[in-house]
C-alpha cells in the first residue's frame, strides 16, 4: 500500500483546484479550465500506471493468461 | 533529504521567475510616466529655453532615474563627441540600449524611434508639435500599461509560486 502515491495524488489535486480559482478570479477562465484539465490528466496517468500494476498482480495471482 | 531540498529549489526558482514577470509588469508604467516627465522637459528646454540639443538632453538626462537618464545621455554624449552623426542616428542608438535595459515594449520603442526622425531636423513650431504627438502616444500607452500592472502583477506572484509546487509534487 504505496501510501505516497495517494499524497502526491491529493497534493496534486489541491494545487490545481488552488491554481484553478487564482486564475478565475483573475478573469482568465479558459486557462482556469485549461490548468484543470492538465491537472486531470496529470494524474490520470499517474492512476492508470497504477492500475496496470493491478492487473499484472490480478494475472499472476489467478495465472489465467 | 536531497528530495526535499530540490523540491524547495524548484519551488522558489519558480516563484522567483513570477515576482521578476510581476516586477516588469510593474515596471513599465512607472518608466513610462518617468519618460513622459523626460520628454516635457525637453520639451521646454528646448522651446522655452533654446537650449542646444546635447546640453538640453544633458541636463534632463540628470534629473531622471535609471534607466532613462541612461538613455538620455548616451544620445547627449553621442552628439558632443562629435562624430558626425546626426541627431536621429544618437536617439537610435541610445534606444536600443533602453530596449535591453528597461521594462519597455516594442510599442513604446517604435513610437520613440518614429520620433528620431523629427529630432534636430525641423524648425521650433514643428519639433514642439511632433514632440507634443509623442507624448499623446506615450500618455495612450502609460494607461493601457497600469491597467495591465493592475490586473497582472498578482496574478503572476501566485502563479509562480503555484507552478513550482505543482512541478515539485510531480517530480517528487
Not at chain 2, 75 to 96: H, Q
Not at chain 2, 143 to 157: M, P, R, S, V
Amino acid at each position: 500500500m504505496d501510501v505516497g502515491v495517494v499524497f502526491k495524488i491529493a497534493g496534486i489535486g489541491i494545487l490545481t483546484a488552488v491554481l484553478h480559482s487564482v486564475l478565475k478570479s483573475f478573469g482568465k477562465e479558459e486557462q482556469a479550465h485549461l490548468a484543470t484539465l492538465a491537472g486531470v490528466t496529470v494524474v490520470l496517468f499517474m492512476v492508470i500506471q497504477l492500475l496496470s500494476g493491478l492487473f499484472d498482480y490480478v494475472r499472476s495471482v489467478f495465472s489465467l493468461y | 533529504m536531497v528530495k526535499v531540498t530540490g523540491a524547495i529549489l524548484v519551488i522558489m526558482a519558480m516563484g522567483t521567475v513570477g515576482l521578476v514577470v510581476a516586477r516588469n509588469y510593474s515596471l513599465r508604467p512607472q518608466q513610462l510616466r518617468y519618460l513622459l516627465n523626460g520628454l516635457q522637459m525637453l520639451e521646454t528646454e528646448m522651446l522655452y529655453c533654446l537650449t542646444p540639443l546635447p546640453l538640453a538632453l544633458k541636463r534632463v538626462g540628470m534629473k531622471l532615474p535609471y534607466p532613462i537618464s541612461q538613455f538620455f545621455l548616451n544620445t547627449s554624449t553621442s552628439l558632443t563627441n562629435g562624430e558626425g552623426i546626426t541627431a536621429g542616428e544618437a536617439w537610435e542608438m541610445a534606444l536600443g540600449e533602453l530596449a535591453e535595459e528597461s521594462a519597455l515594449l516594442m510599442e513604446e520603442l517604435d513610437i520613440l524611434l518614429y520620433f528620431s526622425q523629427s529630432l534636430g531636423v525641423a524648425d521650433r513650431e514643428e519639433q514642439g508639435k511632433s514632440l507634443r504627438l509623442v507624448k499623446e502616444q506615450l500618455m495612450n500607452m502609460e494607461k493601457k500599461a497600469e491597467e495591465l500592472k493592475e490586473k497582472n502583477q498578482k496574478l503572476w506572484q501566485y502563479l509562480g509560486f503555484s507552478l513550482g509546487a505543482v512541478i515539485a509534487l510531480v517530480l517528487i
